[in-house]
């Protein structure tokens, strides 16, 4: 089956540690993103990422950081610079930067 | 950054009735998309429009891209129990933030059987 997997459901950090989160998709989409969700809030953007080897940052990038090596993976790490990290963060990719977008099942990151 | 107005912000309602839901923006979008989010998963996408005035329908789903480009709305016929959730509309625009999803704050669905 075609899709996007993000691993793990649940992440916990401690404080001062920097964590990945990982996102793949095997759709072929050129386009990915990282987003995050707070309670009662609508996703915001951290990063997105139009072709390998590129990417370019969101409304909300400090604190995160990203690579681009394959097409099939974009993970996301969340570094200790981010002093609020606890959110669900979304993945999600589209064929190219300006279509629709499909999401992955996303990551709950607790902080301990 | 952008924001679309999204209401209601909840809604509770009985089986069987029908629901309405809409999007506003002070912008231009190229194309609308109506997502549900269940709790602790991702957005599924429900409807994506793509051309202004567009009527598109998913089962009892039906939703509309507004003809000045600025408004959606979806509506949901005889709800049912598992149309529970959380119901998100997104906009994407063209020029120079072509590609850059918008999102509505979200519309809050319960269903009392």
Redesign the interface.
């Known amino acids: 089956d075609g899709g996007?997997t993000?691993s793990p459901k649940y992440l916990f950090r401690k404080e001062g540690q920097n964590v990945t989160l990982s996102c793949e998709q095997n759709l072929n989409h050129d386009?990915m993103?990282w987003y995050r969700q707070d309670p009662?809030?609508?996703?915001r953007?951290i990063y997105?990422s139009?072709i390998v080897n590129d990417f370019q940052k969101?409304?909300i990038a400090e604190g995160y950081s990203v690579s681009r090596e394959k097409k099939e993976s974009f993970p996301l790490t969340v570094t200790s610079a981010q002093k609020n990290p606890t959110a669900?963060y979304?993945c999600a990719s589209?064929r190219?930067?300006?279509?629709?977008?499909?999401?992955?099942?996303?990551t709950?990151l607790l902080v301990l | 950054?952008q924001?679309?107005n999204q209401s209601p912000q909840s809604m509770f309602i009985q089986e069987g009735e029908d629901v309405s839901m809409n999007c506003t923006s002070s912008s231009i979008f190229?194309?609308w998309?109506w997502?549900k989010q269940d709790p602790?998963?991702?957005?599924?996408?429900l409807i994506?429009l793509y051309k202004a005035g567009e009527l598109t329908s998913n089962g009892r789903l039906t939703a509309q891209f507004g003809i000045t480009r600025k408004d959606s709305f979806l509506n949901i016929s005889a709800s049912i129990p598992s149309d529970v959730g959380i119901y998100?509309c997104?906009g994407?625009p063209?020029g120079t933030s072509?590609?850059?999803?918008t999102?509505?704050?979200?519309t809050i669905l319960t269903v009392h059987p």
Not at chain 1, 40 to 43: E, H, I, N, R, T
Not at chain 1, 96 to 106: I, N, V
Not at chain 2, 98 to 101: D, E, F, N, R, V
């Open positions: 996007i993000q386009a993103y009662g809030q609508g996703l953007l997105y139009q969101g409304d669900f979304l589209s190219d930067r300006g279509e629709t977008q499909y999401f992955g099942p996303g709950r | 950054g924001q679309l190229n194309t998309l997502y602790g998963e991702g957005p599924v996408l994506a998100f997104a994407l063209g072509y590609g850059k999803l999102f509505g704050q979200g």
